[in-house]
Every structure is written in structure tokens, then in C-alpha cells.
């Protein structure tokens, strides 16, 4: 069901980015043209929102051993990399057109934009409904009482929630396509296209810089996850017997996976098993509150012991 939603999401927005070329190049509004470019990245966006989906059912192998997790950050950081570079060459053009305007055909602009401000509204309302329902199905699955990661899992999938943003911000977007339009064909204002091109540019450019750089954070294999490291000694040191951790890892290696990784050195080096599995079963229940659905605990001696946290990969 979610997969034919966002399909139809798709078909929406791509007679959106055909019709915003066409009529741009027609009318001569880059403002149009800027849209289409926008609406191009976020359509890309959903059809990765739908390839996370359809891969998400798959199982891992011994191949692929963490399956397909880091495809949903690699496609999200190559797109709106993408982005990026477009919108700067078209603040760059729009500067040049400010200075040299040239006549645009207002008609086409508010006509188009009308029909976008519709498709990208519904879309939005579509993807809000979806996010809404995926939520109430995934609630279960994190029932954390710290408040470290509240917004990290208020919502039922970042990848609808992030396609649903998109399309709320495009209608609005839209909305001023409109009134860029309404202006030229009333007062003959044509450099607003420019100027509403720059806008629309910088808008765009601060709005993906985040998920920009929180995708290369991810690939890089950085820890971007939102828990102090007070909280996390707190749990990893409640027992006497606990002397120390090591050779820590975080990494985010999809927007719903956080994955941990540590040794613990023991004081005593005679505990039997059964107690060392009671310890590390207890640290696991009090991460996976935390939000950590991937956790690896290595149990050590004091041979082991280092006195650091972090890992020397030099070793």
C-alpha cells in the first residue's frame, strides 16, 4: 500500500517538473525553471524513499552483511550534493539576469504555479497521512523515556517525513511562483523572477545543508548520535565490577538505525558467565531505551585494560 501512495507521488510531481521546463522556457521565468530543479531533487528523494522500502524488505547475506542500510544516506547525500551545485548556478544566472532583465510572460507562471501549488499540496497531505499511520504502527518499536532522543523517533519513518517537508515547502514555494506572476502581468515587475530565484535558491540551499551534511557524517562513519556521553557512562558503569570501556563505536548507518559497539573490562576476572550475560543483558535494555538497535558488547579481563574509551586504530 505504501509503495503504490508514493508512486502516485511520483506521477504527480513528475507532470509537475515537465510542465515547470516547458512553460519556464516558454515564459522565459526562471523562477519556474528554479522550481522544476527543486521539485527534480525531491522527486529523486521519494523514488529513494521507495527504494528504501522495497530493500528494506530484503534479508542480508553473507555478501551483504548489513544489507542495503547505508544506500538511503549515500543516494541522499549524491542527490542533494547534486542540489547544491544547481541552485548555485542558478543564484549565479539570476544575478545576471537582475542587471539584464528580459520580458517574461506572466500568464504561463501563475497558470503552472496554481496547478503546482494543488499536486505538491496534495502530495504533502498524501505523504503527511502515510507518515501519520507508519507511525502509529511503529510505535512499539521505540518506547524510550529519555528525552535525549524524543524527535528521533517522534515519527514513524525519516524518509516520509523528509519527503513530506519537501512537498510542504515546494507548495509554498509554488505559492510565491504565483504572486511572482500576478506582479509582472499587473505592474511589470520582470526582475522579481530574478529576485524570487535567488530567494527560492538560498531557501533551498539552507534547507538541505543539513541532511547533507548528516549524510556525510553518516557515510563517514561519524557518531551523530544524539546521547551524551554522561548518559552512556552511566549505563555502561553501573556495576562495581565494570572497571572499564573501550574501544567505543557509534555510527548511524541509516536514519532509523543507531549501532554501538564497546568492551568492557571486568575487576574481577572469575565471573562466571551467567553474570556477565545478567551485566550485559541489563547495559543492552538501557541503550536499546536510548534508541540503539544494534548493540555488540565484548566482555574483557583486566589484561585488557587501556584507559581510554575511544579505539586506536593504529593498533
Known sequence: MKEKIIIWVIIFNLIIIISEVLFGLISNSFALIADALHNTGDVIAIIITFIALKLGTRETTFRYTFGFLKAEMMAAYTNTLFLFVTMLYMIYESIHRLF?????DPRYMIVVGLIAVVANGLSAYILHI???ADSSSDGHFHHAHHHYHHDQHHYGDANIRSAYLHML?????SVGVVVAGIFIYY???????????IIFSLYILQHSYPLLKRSFLSLMDVNIVDVPIETLEDIILYHDDILEYHDLHIYKPSSKDNFISFHIVLINDDLCLR?????TDRIKEELKELGFNHIIIQVDTKEQLKNRRNCDINE
Do not use: N, Q, W
Open 100 to 104: 539584464r532583465p528580459e520580458v517574461i
Open 130 to 132: 502515510l507518515e501519520g
Open 169 to 173: 515547502a515546494d507548495a509554498l514555494i
Open 187 to 197: 505592474f511589470h515587475i520582470y526582475f522579481i523572477d530574478s529576485l524570487l530565484t
Open 275 to 279: 553474570t556477565c550475560k545478567e551485566m
